[in-house]
């Protein structure tokens, strides 16, 4: 994690030199003000990646001599064989549309991130993959 600390604090000095020689250069103040917050967004990344990793134990990341092997283990449980991100991701694009082009497309946006919703939220207490 110290790695990931200093690299995020280094990289905010260098966005905030490119915001202060953008500012001066282009005097374009939306472009201007998004490096500013950039540099703002990444220090604050940085000082709490550099915080953090003086109350956990060493990783092995920050061992030179580690191998990639090192940090293997269980990285997470995925749902197998799940339809109900389609379905979001399907009513999300209707809704996204429906903001550009009318608000009639929410009609047929919201049935379907709701089905999406509610079958995410309850795969697990019916048909194959319900636990006991």
């Known amino acids: 994690m110290k790695i990931q600390g200093k690299m995020f604090i280094w990289l905010s000095i260098f966005i905030l030199a490119m915001a ?3 500012g001066v250069w282009s005097k374009e103040p939306a472009g201007t003000t998004a490096l500013f917050l950039a540099f703002g967004l990444s220090i604050m990344i ?8 003086k109350r ?22 995925f ?6 991100p389609l379905s979001l991701a399907i009513g999300g694009a209707f809704a ?3 903001v550009a082009m ?18 995410w939220v309850f795969e697990y207490y ?3 993959n319900q636990n006991q």
């Open 20 to 22: 202060i020689v953008y």
């Open 46 to 53: 940085g000082y709490y990646l550099a915080f953090t990793a």
């Open 56 to 77: 956990v134990d060493a990783m092995a990341q920050d061992d030179k001599e580690a191998d990639v092997a090192d940090e293997a283990g269980d990285v997470g449980f």
């Open 79 to 84: 749902s197998p064989h799940s339809w109900q």
């Open 96 to 98: 996204f549309l429906g």
């Open 102 to 119: 009318g608000w009639w497309l929410l009609y047929f946006s919201a049935p379907l991130i709701l089905i999406g919703l509610f079958g």
């Open 126 to 128: 019916r048909g194959e």
